[in-house]
DNA sequence: AATGAATGAGTGTTCATTCAT
DNA sequence: TATGAATGAACACTCATTCAT
């Protein structure tokens, strides 16, 4: 990422920033909260290592003993969100044979993380920015756990022969914007209802 | 937005400084190009006023005899793309009475017009954290013409009589992550094939 | 040079930073001018942009207008002292013929001009550890002038002809820590003296 | 020296802080010779504490168990070094009563201690920035030594009577930037050859 | 309209030093 | 003595914006 300011960087090789005692655990820990707080109030480029370090009741300096730069401590929130948002795919998907069950079970679930979590789409989103890589790595992910899902009905005979990734990105799709649209905004449709008109979407389409 | 740097910010209402010579239109022109392409190749932070005015071959200074902000001019941008992909939906479904073949003509455009303006999503997306306000308009507004056209063809009893916002935001998502994923990161399904895996997807689910 | 300051450096080519205007290259001269008092005062890492700045009476983002970056800017002010010193010697031998004579007009002025420019040492000796490829082509550069001066000298019979390299090295050891002891600190042995003294152990050495 | 970071100074003079068991004396040892090879390196400014440690195998906090400040090692270090190139004087002129011979040896020496000590440099000339005092201590004690050496061949009728404190910085300076160039630096000239060098030249001068 | 020099608030990062354990 | 987490002052550098010409 260009267009960072100040001097030049050292060449001095990166070396772990892991904490080596418990306190230094927690001391992480709150750095990362405080983190998600403020890159979600207010984007990447508008939160300040000041503001993330105040709400975090710790000291400025004390930042670069946990996280390289503003930059790493973002990419770590990316991942740990996308990893999460994995999670919550995976759990609620579990156990459920039928795949249009399963997808609503899934979309219900993501939607009310989304309505939980509603720092979830400014930071993943804002990653487009800082860190493109991950942002379209995690993107590329869930597409593949949609698609596996779904094959795993096509072998099933349960869901059409000839569906593929373009359909598991039109549902991530629908998922993605479902959550923005009903779960971070809010609204008067309740996850479980979503869901339900998902699957029925996925079942039989739109037409009468 | 908060953040911004420079001497104090007017608070005078943003009137937009139109150009009364020939000579003056052509520049804006070349300045709105421009920043297109800056944005879109480095987003909105790490593009500067210079790169832009360098690129448009044009003094420094004159930027702001033709917009009043940086953030002014990605706000004109925001709203012509958002203008542009409105006007692309419209054509396509221009005349086409069936409910499910206007929005297949229109995914076809609308990917189409992705794989056209790669800067598009740049731009859009980035407006989440620019210009919340436009951000959430553009989205509200694209969601509100699809659920026009689908309440037509329910009122024709060609779809479901409940279809509704929540199905609106779901075409919507699958159209966009679409575009995403074939039009500007690209691949071997062409704009035509994913309109009719939509369209076959809206009418019958995906359901054996 | 490691260990600076700050985030990491954009990727934007070095752009030449030259005054276009005649305004621009006065700044550009102020600028030059309160670096080589500063650095001279308090040496390059105790001296700050805004220090010189302030004593150049520009404001602090001008300096980035006629200069890339503190150490660019130590770097001209080296260049440019050791072009002075060059040209001292340069202008001190013109037109004598005879060797011993010509290096004691060298060392004469040399030993006058550290009088007057105290700073030049902290700065050519700053190099060392700031630009240490250009302090030591200062060095390299000198001891040939010297070599050159010599061997003209030497074809001309008046010094022994196995005189070269080291001896260069040797009296230009001389005139610099000459210099520095009774010309920048300071004494009462005057330049004139000097030379002779220098002049009287090249012509003769110091054995009775 | 302004330009110091962190908490409060304190004002006490400077103590050493000797180890009192014998495992202390190590510690203290080694943080030494760690010390010279990293301000040889990178000298005083680009050297931290942490690198220190590091490459000495010792806890941050350690260090200043053994040292007050990163100022104050430097100055051990400036003192250990100086010592040393005078004992290394003292030893090679020990027992010559001829002057030249004797400056010969001492010539000789000093380029092979240059020679093995490439870091020599990088300290004492950085003394001129960290500690100037100790700095000016050196070359002036330096000096003194060398015209003593002259003084006792004056009074021995072996070197004219006018010898003084002018010809014995000429001498030092000799010495420093003979040892600069083919020491430090390397060459294809050795010590031997120099020492022979700087002699005939004391003894005759340069010319023909 | 055009030019480009001038302005200065803002912020990421470093690192010597302290201190609780 | 040893450890390593915590502290916070200091500073280089960026860039949107203004303004004299």
């Given at each position: 990422m260009a267009g960072l300011r100040g001097p030049k960087a050292t060449d001095t090789p990166t070396v772990e920033r892991s904490p080596r005692t418990e306190r230094g655990r927690k001391t992480r820990r709150t750095l990362l909260d405080a983190a998600a707080v403020e890159f979600g109030e207010r984007g990447f480029h508008d939160s300040s290592i000041v503001g993330i370090t105040q709400r975090a009741g710790?000291?400025?300096?004390?930042?670069y003993t946990y996280f390289e730069s503003k930059e790493a401590l973002f990419r770590a929130l990316v991942a740990d969100m996308s990893a999460r948002v994995g999670d919550v795919g995976a759990a609620a998907a579990g156990?459920?044979?039928?795949v249009l069950e399963r997808e609503q079970a899934v979309t219900s679930a993501f939607i009310a993380f989304a309505t939980e979590h509603k720092e979830l789409y400014r930071i993943i989103d804002e990653a487009e920015f800082v860190d493109p890589a991950t942002w379209r790595a995690h993107y590329e992910n869930a597409a593949g756990r949609i698609a596996a899902r779904l094959r795993t009905g096509a072998g099933n005979n349960?869901?059409?022969?000839?569906?593929g990734e373009v359909e598991a990105w039109a549902l991530m799709g629908m998922n993605v914007f479902l959550g923005l649209r009903f779960?971070?905004?809010?609204?008067?449709?309740?996850p479980e209802e979503i869901g339900r008109r998902v699957a029925a979407l996925l079942r039989e389409g739109l037409a009468r």
């Open positions: 710790v000291a400025l300096g004390s930042f156990g459920i044979d039928d349960q869901v059409r022969s000839d569906v779960g971070v905004w809010g609204g008067d449709v309740g």
